[in-house]
């Protein structure tokens, strides 16, 4: 991804928040600070490359700090869970109703949630490559670091999505030890390989449109 598109990226995203906080309703207020979050991760893959950082202490401290706050993109996919909150039906007519503040919140949360989600497996699949081209991997451990970043994503939804614990607990982790320890069971175990799957799906036609567009 060049330069140019890094900062409409960036200038998009500045956008969006502007107009989520002038337009937004409160009940989607939440959007703001979800889609900051979602930001983050996505700026951190911008300064990883198989040269950058020079160090390689200060390269895999980037992929950590990275990798922690990475399930925040693709968990805005979560968020549309929300959608149930718009009431979109007419009762009496059983149609959706044509109601410009309800639309404004339909486009406002899947723009988000779509947006964060496509430009993270961009990212995964860029530090993948990164450490890839540094160490001199092939493309099966290219596809293996891949799935495993997928799967420490997916987990990473889950914990905040279900233990409601957020990125910034890092700096207590003495208040997430003991959820962490005690979330495992087969019904925790089934969600996040299916939160895995939806990613690794979204991730697949990404690299298809992808390879399909080099050709040309």
């Given at each position: 991804m060049n330069k140019r598109t890094r900062w409409i990226i960036r200038i998009a995203v500045i956008a969006y928040l502007i107009l989520a906080y002038l337009c937004i309703h409160d009940e989607f207020t939440f959007l703001i600070l979800n889609t900051f979050l979602a930001y983050i991760p996505i700026e951190?893959?911008?300064?990883?490359?198989?040269?950058?950082?020079?160090?390689?202490?200060?390269?895999?401290?980037?992929?950590?700090?990275?990798?922690?706050?990475?399930?925040n993109a693709p968990y805005m996919l979560t968020d549309l869970m929300h959608l149930t909150l718009l009431d979109p039906y007419n009762w009496n007519?059983?149609?959706i109703r044509a109601n410009i503040g309800l639309w404004a919140n339909f486009s406002e949360l899947v723009i988000a949630a779509l947006t964060a989600t496509i430009i993270s497996m961009w990212g995964i699949d860029h530090v993948a490559t990164a450490i890839t081209q540094?160490?001199?991997?092939?493309?099966?451990?290219?596809?293996?670091?891949?799935?495993?970043?997928?799967?420490?994503?997916?987990l990473g939804i889950y914990i905040g999505r279900f233990l409601r614990l957020h990125t910034i607990f890092l700096i207590t982790p003495f208040w997430v030890i003991k959820p962490l320890m005690?979330?495992?069971?087969w019904h925790m175990i089934a969600i996040v390989l299916m939160l895995y799957f939806v990613q690794f799906i979204i991730y697949i036609a990404l690299m298809i449109f992808r390879n399909n567009q080099a050709q040309h």
């Open positions: 951190l893959s911008f300064h990883i490359n198989a040269q950058s950082p020079q160090k390689s202490w200060l390269f895999w401290i980037l992929i950590i700090i990275w990798i922690l706050f990475l399930p007519t059983g149609l540094r160490y001199h991997y092939g493309k099966g451990k290219h596809f293996l670091i891949v799935n495993v970043i997928l799967f420490l994503s997916a005690t979330m495992w069971s």
